[in-house]
């Protein structure tokens, strides 16, 4: 082959892989958060803020709410939804008293937040913790445990602790048992091994049942052989079983009884389904944080928001690499500028200004994280950028409050639960 042709197919070569380079992803604030950047820039306090539009909480909720119609109870989980700002306004909008607690600490705060609640653990708590929360309670509170709050229950060894506890007390403990319907994470495996605890039960009189709890997260990540519908099917054909084998013991099974389970990444299925439950316990729908995007939920809308306030906006040179930034940006758009963050390490991807993200070459921060980006999001020091939680447990009580949005303005502000 000539010279030139092997010149020709070099030069080829290389605008093939030219063309191959990284487009420019970079936008401006679009429309909602050029709004929320101008609002935070005169009235925001310099911190990173939680942010929470109630306009998107709204629909979501009223979605929930038409969605059950009357036909199954709703819980809302207090974990993804740790605020009691949050938390009543809900209650309030959705007309339930009811809440699943996973954490001791919140568990006292919401007996005392809210005095006619029902409270149902949504895990199984050490016996510790639960003795904990009996020396915590004021004895003048309107809450009353005995008859407002369900204990968790997932092994025979751990009822009798509770018994042992209720013994101690001097008072009756309700308890639900943990059913596994087929997430294997634990609780009574079979119909058979329930019915062994119920017989248990028997000899325990300070323990007073309620009903079942089960939980079918894996409904939603059904592998693709699987299908959802005949998973749901097979979780909710478990559950009746369970049912059946706990109505064996007439003397102790309630006449009312709580059939716990759903989530709100299978709650539609529950709503559209025969189900075998009466009630379904939701935080994370109503803020639909980024890891609730299924086709499930395609209805509902994102509600929360992490906003920082940009520290640096400076080219995005990287240590020992300074010489080769022109070459890097050019090939790589969006490598142009790096964007330094106060605070960061977050659960989060950023979501505005577009075309904003995490530098892999250089790493994460707790402190200050840099962010890369292109000359076209027009960042400035003077900016705020806007992140989306991918989820909302654990996150909530990481920031001390909560401020609000009503059609695009700063209203208010709920604060939040510690995850201490």
């Known amino acids: 082959m000539k010279r030139r042709h092997l010149l020709g197919l070099g030069a080829l070569g290389l605008l093939g892989g030219w063309a ?24 925001g306090e310099g911190v990173p803020t939680l942010l929470l539009d109630l306009d998107r909480l709204d629909a979501n909720a009223d ?55 029902d409270l149902l653990l949504g895990k199984p708590m050490p016996v510790a913790a639960a003795l904990n929360f009996y020396r915590q ?28 506890l209720a013994k101690a007390l001097g008072r009756p403990l309700r308890i639900a048992l943990e059913i596994d319907i087929g997430l294997e994470r634990g609780g009574f495996a079979t119909p058979q ?11 325990l009189p300070g323990l007073q049942l309620q009903g079942l709890m089960g939980y079918d997260v894996q409904v939603a990540h059904t592998p693709p052989w699987q299908g959802q519908v005949k998973a749901f099917t097979a979780a909710d054909t478990r559950y009746r079983q369970f049912i059946a084998s706990a109505q064996a013991f007439s003397a102790l099974w309630p006449t009312k009884p709580l059939l716990n389970g759903g989530g709100s990444l ?23 944080p980024a890891e609730f995007d299924t086709p499930l939920l395609q209805e509902h809308q994102p509600a929360l928001w992490i906003a920082s306030p940009v520290l640096k906006a400076l080219d995005g040179a990287l240590p020992y690499l300074q010489s080769l930034q022109p070459l890097l940006a050019t090939w790589n758009p969006n490598r142009q500028h790096a964007y330094y963050l106060y605070g960061g390490r977050w659960p989060a991807q950023p ?34 950028v806007f992140l989306r939680p991918a989820i909302s447990e654990g996150l909530l009580g990481d920031f001390s409050e909560i401020r609000l949005l009503r059609r695009g303005q700063l209203v208010g502000r709920w604060s939040t639960m510690g995850n201490a």
Do not use: C
């Open 20 to 43: 191959l380079r990284p487009g420019d992803h970079g936008r401006e604030h679009d429309a909602y958060f050029a709004v929320l950047n101008r609002h935070l820039q005169r009235d």
């Open 63 to 117: 979605l929930l709410a038409a969605r059950l119609a009357g036909r199954l109870e709703l819980r809302l989980v207090a974990k993804s939804l740790a605020s009691t700002g949050l938390l009543e306004y809900l209650a309030k909008r959705l007309q339930t008293q009811r809440f699943m607690v996973f954490h001791q600490p919140q568990l006292n705060r919401l007996a005392k937040s809210f005095p006619q609640a």
């Open 137 to 164: 309670l004021p004895q003048h509170l309107g809450f009353a445990p005995d008859r407002q709050l369900t204990w968790l229950i997932d092994s025979e060894q751990r009822m009798a602790q509770y018994a042992e």
């Open 193 to 203: 091994a329930l019915a062994q605890a119920m017989q248990q039960l028997h000899q």
């Open 266 to 288: 299978t709650y539609p299925l529950h709503s559209q389904q025969h189900s075998a439950l009466n009630e379904v316990a939701i935080g994370s729908a109503l803020l639909k």
């Open 351 to 384: 979501v505005s200004p577009a075309g904003l993200d995490y530098d892999a070459l250089y790493g994460r921060s707790a402190n200050q994280e840099r962010l890369i980006g292109s000359a076209a999001t027009r960042l400035t020091d003077q900016d705020w």
